[in-house]
């Protein structure tokens, strides 16, 4: 048997102020090129289809019509919400296309959804979705259950699933599990507050995560398959890939990974503002139309720099200086955009320059337990 993995698809996010939409189509479409060349039996998206919880109608249609070209394969997929996604808006339906093969976990309600398929070859597997959850979502669920983090919460969940062991059990999740290497691109808490123990993950034979940008095996069976494309200039000499999964049977499980060509690379180069308007430096270049971090070696700042690199570099998303790096100084205000940090780190950084010291222990505590509490009020 064998699915692709897939996740964080962010579908409608905008990086810099440049919305990402072309460039996820190009994506998904190279995507559903790599479902021809490997013709799977299912496909794995591990949360964060959308990049808000109310997603843009352009957002919508281009998922749709990416899940409808592979239901038109006779692909099964298997979805779950992540921390991003509204659980309620993306299984509207999901009773109806279930019966084209489209399997949507819902909202975490004591029970997590589990679909039995059968590939083509024969192998069996017992495909386990869990949506994105936070203790407060399990707490209210099992109200029986004691759960005071993320790793008591997972483990409620996962020991709820009875697994049987002499079976192929595969997971489906969107979570921080400890040891992961992160990017700069995602939302996380401040402080390791989501971290799941690994450990509680053993019994299954693959887990197949999402949450994290960066694609990354945690020991032999737990695998963050990363983003389709980069969202973060911390990413920039990353390569994006597919994670193609080959289940031969019980303890034959074996990964491997297709690249992803994106439609516009994100790159960073650096250089005196002198330089790099220099047309022998740029003319002919491929990187003239990639999304560009530009670093100006200049001592003093150029007036109006941004605007007036992009008038050869059509797509700089951000501009700093080299001089200021590893200082107390500002970069200059076109850089990426607030929602590239976490809410923790925001309001830690508004209240460092504020006040010139960085929040207590207690405060800090206190204002994660009121971004956690906000959180679940909206979900």
């Known amino acids: 048997m064998k699915f692709l993995h897939l996740s964080d698809l962010h579908i409608g996010k905008t990086v810099g102020g440049f919305s990402m939409i072309e460039e996820q189509k190009h994506i998904l479409d190279r995507i559903l090129d790599i479902a021809d060349r490997e013709d799977p039996d299912g496909v794995l998206i591990a949360g964060d ?36 996604d509204s659980s309620g808006r993306l299984a509207f339906a999901s009773g109806i296309m279930s019966r084209s093969g489209i399997y949507i976990a819902g909202s975490y309600d004591g029970e997590c959804r589990r679909v039995d398929v059968t590939g083509r070859d024969g192998v069996k597997v017992k495909v386990h979705m869990l949506p994105f959850i936070r203790p407060a979502h399990v707490r209210n669920a099992l ?114 990974t297709e690249e992803l060509k994106p439609l516009r690379d994100m790159l960073e180069i650096k250089g005196s503002y002198d330089e790099l308007t220099l047309k022998s430096f740029y003319d002919g270049e491929e990187f003239r139309d990639a999304y560009l971090h530009i670093i100006l070696t200049d001592e003093n700042e150029i007036p109006d720099a941004m605007a007036r690199l ?13 001089r200021l790096a590893g200082s107390n100084a500002p970069e200059v205000p076109e850089v990426e955009s607030a929602e ?23 405060q800090a505590e206190h204002m994660k337990q009121m971004i956690e509490k906000i959180w679940e009020d909206e979900l």
């Not at 973060?232 to 034959?252: H, M």
């Not at 992009?310 to 080299?322: A, F, G, H, T, W």
């Not at 590239?340 to 207690?362: L, N, T």
């Open 49 to 84: 289809v959308y990049d808000r919880s109310i997603p843009s109608v352009e957002a919508v249609e281009l998922f749709d019509d990416f899940i409808s070209e592979l239901a038109d394969r006779s692909l099964q997929v298997f979805i779950i919400p992540g921390n991003h």
């Open 310 to 322: 992009r008038v050869i570099y059509r797509n700089v998303m951000k501009l700093s200086y080299e």
């Open 340 to 362: 590239e940090f976490s809410p923790g780190a925001i309001f830690d950084g508004f209240y460092e320059s504020v006040y010139g010291r960085p929040m207590s222990e207690w």
């Open 143 to 256: 109200k029986e259950e004691h759960i005071e983090d993320y790793t008591a919460a997972v483990k409620a969940a996962v020991d709820r699933m009875e697994l049987n062991c002499g079976e192929i059990n595969l997971l489906l999740a969107h979570q921080f599990v400890t040891g992961a290497s992160t990017s700069g691109s995602e939302e996380l808490s401040v402080g390791g507050l989501e971290n799941v123990d690994a450990s509680i993950l053993d019994e299954f034979d693959y887990v197949a995560l999402g949450h994290i940008h960066r694609a990354q095996n945690i020991g032999e069976k737990i695998r963050y398959c990363g983003t389709p494309l980069k969202y973060s200039f911390s990413e920039a000499g990353d390569s994006k890939s597919v994670t193609i999964v080959d289940i031969g049977g019980k303890g034959d499980i074996t990964v491997r």
